[in-house]
């Protein structure tokens, strides 16, 4: 059974920094991009980042490129997000997500992910 769980999230002021860690169990080397993505109440689920495990090649959404940087670390199973020089309008619900497919074609589509961790809240305050 393919579980992901998140962790890390919290409060901070405009300008900090926070490290979100997403813990994979029963992937079994099934899936290939793992990705963070977030969602505000009343909106739909932004894509924010992706990792390709084959290679590590990165991924990022426009707005967060140069302040976020996603990593693995393979041998723990975990995939984590370092969020840096963040902004009241990163403030969300970040979740991490599995993906099976291995083209990197719609990576920003969550209909293209396989399986979904429960959210991790971020806040951030000006």
């Known amino acids: 059974q393919v579980q992901l769980v998140e962790s890390g999230g919290g409060s901070v002021q405009a300008g900090g920094s926070l490290r979100l860690s997403c813990e994979a169990s029963g992937l079994r080397g099934s899936m290939n991009y793992m990705g963070w993505f977030r969602q505000v109440s009343g909106k739909g689920r932004e894509w924010v980042a992706s990792i390709y495990f084959a290679d590590g090649r990165t991924y990022y959404h426009d707005s967060v490129k140069g302040r976020f940087t996603i990593s693995q670390d393979s041998a723990k199973n975990t995939v984590t997000l370092q969020m840096d020089s963040l902004k009241p309008e990163d403030t969300a619900t970040y979740y991490c997500?599995?993906?099976?497919?291995?083209?990197?074609?719609?990576?920003?589509?969550?209909?293209?992910?396989?399986?979904w961790g429960q959210g991790t809240q971020v806040t951030v305050s000006s």
């Open positions: 997500a599995a993906r099976r497919n291995t083209s990197p074609v719609l990576i920003a589509s969550p209909a293209t992910y396989n399986y």
